[in-house]
């Protein structure tokens, strides 16, 4: 049928705007990279049957049949590249969300560990909670409000206060201070933890733990 387009009309090689060229522009655009085995490059295929069935079928002398299906095929192209544009904004969504939590974790860890370092004197279970479920809520504090906002500092001055908490306590002020400030502290650990997923026994569990970790440092005191 193209050659039969070009004896008929010789602007067929002098016009690139000519139907028929657009028509096998398109059909050529739609052609290249095509994975035949993907859900896009069977659409295609269908489409190219399609289009390339109504010329052979169809085509008689009447070039208005190549203009109508060169603006198909164009229709059919946008879509696709509407559809394609779609699933890489989509990607890269999930790449950049992915990227901030990864980096709400490396800085809610460092955090962490800076006040750990040098400190073995942290008992264990204080030191196992700072490590996972409160570098959890330092991280969720970091995508959710940002760093140095007021949810990221006061998780890290309860981290800060538990720490001291848990510090042998031998002057008297210190000791007082430590029981008048249990339940402000107690209170800010639960939040944490609600906020890191922690399940209610868990957190039973680490605080029964505190409570032995406070008389421990009263009595090395």
Known sequence: PVLKVALLDRAFFSSRAHPARSLLDRLARAAIGLDETSARG???LAKLGHV???????FDDDLGLFA???TEMEAFLARQDEAEEAIVAR?????????????????A??????????????????RAMLEDPWVRSLARDHLEHGEGSAPWSATIATMDELLWSVQPKARAEDRR???????ALVASLQAGLERAGVEEAMREA???ALVDCH???VKAG
């Open 68 to 70: 109508e299906l060169a």
């Open 215 to 217: 008389a421990e440092a």
């Open 109 to 126: 860890e460092d955090e962490v560990a800076r006040r750990l370092e040098g400190r073995d004197w942290v008992p264990g279970a204080v």
């Open 91 to 107: 990607t890269s969504r999930l790449v950049e969300e992915r990227e901030r939590r990864e980096i709400a974790r490396i800085l």
């Open 206 to 208: 680490f605080l029964g």
């Open 42 to 44: 069977e659409a295609t």
């Open 177 to 183: 201070r430590l029981v008048a400030g249990i339940p």
């Open 52 to 58: 390339v069935g109504r010329v052979l079928a169809e």
